[in-house]
């Protein structure tokens, strides 16, 4: 394994632990300035966007897993196809659970340091 791909490896690691924790500052560090993600139903949006998702959910409990499936390196930039399976749980609500595949496209920045740039989040909700 060479030093590229594990530190995308320990950037996958570092998103789901933040996510659990309700860390959002370090979850868009993870990320570029210009990311853009892709859900099914809605248009594409970009970070911005993602944050202030992010803001209403504080309070909600994450857990799961992204099992990265696929991991190819094309110079200073990565594809990676992963399986997330995950549980949010809203204060005294009823938990959802999400499961599917991702697309996502990253880059390695001027400092060094890989970081999602475009996202295909094709998770749905499970029974």
Request: aromatic fraction near 6%.
């Amino acid at each position: 394994m060479t030093d590229d791909e594990r530190a995308i490896r320990k950037l996958v690691e570092t998103w789901m632990d933040a996510s659990k924790r309700g860390d959002t500052a370090t979850v868009l560090s993870l990320m570029t300035d210009d990311a853009i993600f892709m859900v099914p139903g809605r248009e594409p949006f970009d970070k911005e966007i993602f944050a202030a998702a992010a803001q209403e959910m504080a309070g909600v409990h994450v857990d799961g897993t992204n099992e990265i499936v696929e991991l190819q390196l094309l110079g200073d930039w990565a594809f990676m196809r992963g399986r997330i399976d995950m549980t949010a749980t809203p204060p005294n609500g009823k938990p959802v659970r999400q499961s599917g595949y991702t697309l996502t496209l990253l880059r390695k920045e001027a400092d060094g340091a890989w970081r999602l740039a475009r996202d295909a989040n094709l998770l749905t909700a499970q029974g």
